[in-house]
């Protein structure tokens, strides 16, 4: 029997994991964690959350407990957030949520706290090979929710004290289980929005007040002009929307540059590449050479591809640029190789 410490967000999910952990007998508290301290009206940290996550621990008859991780949050992914859009990137902060906390800060606290293990909510697999006893990081169960793209910042040492018990069981099985029960979060949507981004005001509500934004140019591969934007560092490769102008054909954005407030398009022919270089991998048990499947958003499809030594995804028919900042998760089958963020 485990000690587990169950990261509850107050989502069906969680909910359920910990359900689960408790009927494998081991010993579970709850805990949420205070991340984001500003407004917000969409994610996973308001205070309705909070309140779910409590309800639901009472209902199960364990500990609730809430850790105040806000000031990393904000050292580890607010600002990093902020700082890449005045890049010009397009930053993945919920990746960077679990790389620097849940996987990083909840597991060094639980850890002092003497538990065994941290279990979330997660749909992805955790297991030992048996033919090398080496930790093993997979695709959930059910394709159509998994989520082994954002924890694919897991390598040997947190794999062995991470459990993600509804990677195992389908979301019907997760909501079916959480009504018989009576739990109150069995019907509760799941959460699809960065925590600190409101649905009213969206990015440039919150980038406003903490980095100037320019108005730029849009310009195609020859240098003239095509139109403008009232903001460079809200546009995105691949974007396509508020670049076209006159009726014209589509343009779609090719790269961005702050530094010169210019964005350059080009046609979808011109927005596809065969290959994008890897910054901050991690790998799940050593690097990895050759065949890969390539995933560069959360839910897209796997890409046949190769990687080298140097860190560079090729593919083998060419793809739509993937933007800078983005995840790039490498698989073999079901199984996670490997993540990095596209240079």
């Known amino acids: 029997m485990a000690r587990a410490l169950v990261a509850m967000s107050g989502g069906v999910d969680s909910s359920v ?3 689960l952990m408790i009927d494998a007998g081991h010993d579970v508290v709850g805990v ?3 991340l984001w301290a500003g407004p917000s009206d969409s994610g996973c940290c308001s205070v309705a959350d909070v309140e779910d996550a409590r ?3 009472q209902q199960l008859g364990i500990d609730h407990w809430v850790f105040n991780f806000s000031d990393r949050f904000d050292a580890d992914v607010v600002a990093p957030y902020v700082a ?3 890049a010009g990137r397009t930053p993945n902060p919920c990746v960077e949520c679990n790389r620097h906390l849940k996987f990083d800060r909840l597991l060094q606290r639980a850890e002092q706290l003497d538990f065994d293990v941290v279990v979330t909510g997660h749909h992805a697999r955790t297991g030992l090979d048996p033919a090398t006893g080496r930790w093993q990081l997979r695709r959930g169960i059910d394709a159509a929710k998994d989520q082994s793209y954002v924890v694919a910042v897991l390598d040997q040492s947190r794999l062995a004290k991470v ?8 979301k019907a099985e997760v909501r079916a289980i959480a009504t018989e029960r ?3 979060t069995a019907a509760k949507p799941d959460s699809q929005d960065v925590c600190f981004i409101s649905a009213t005001g969206g990015r440039r509500a919150f980038l406003e007040p903490r980095i100037d934004l320019h108005a730029g140019r849009v310009v195609d591969a020859t240098g003239a002009a095509v139109g403008s934007v009232d903001a460079v560092e809200l546009v995105t490769v691949g974007q396509r929307r508020g670049l076209s102008s006159g009726g014209g054909p589509a343009r779609y954005a090719i790269d961005v540059d702050p530094a010169t407030a210019t964005v350059i398009v080009g046609s979808m022919a011109d927005l596809l590449t065969d290959r994008v270089a890897l910054l901050s991998v991690t790998w799940v048990d050593g690097p990895v050479t050759g065949a890969v499947l390539a995933q560069t958003s959360a839910h897209g499809r796997p890409i046949v591809a190769t990687v080298d030594d140097e860190l560079v995804v090729t593919f083998a028919e060419p793809q739509r640029r993937v933007a800078p900042g983005q995840a790039v998760v490498l698989y073999r089958g079901d199984a996670v190789l490997g993540g990095g963020i596209a240079r």
């Open 32 to 34: 949420t964690m205070k």
């Open 182 to 184: 009576g739990l109150r």
């Open 55 to 57: 309800r639901v621990a």
């Open 84 to 86: 890449a859009h005045a």
């Open 163 to 170: 459990r993600f018990p509804v990677g195992e069981i389908t």
């Open 17 to 19: 994991a910990a359900a």
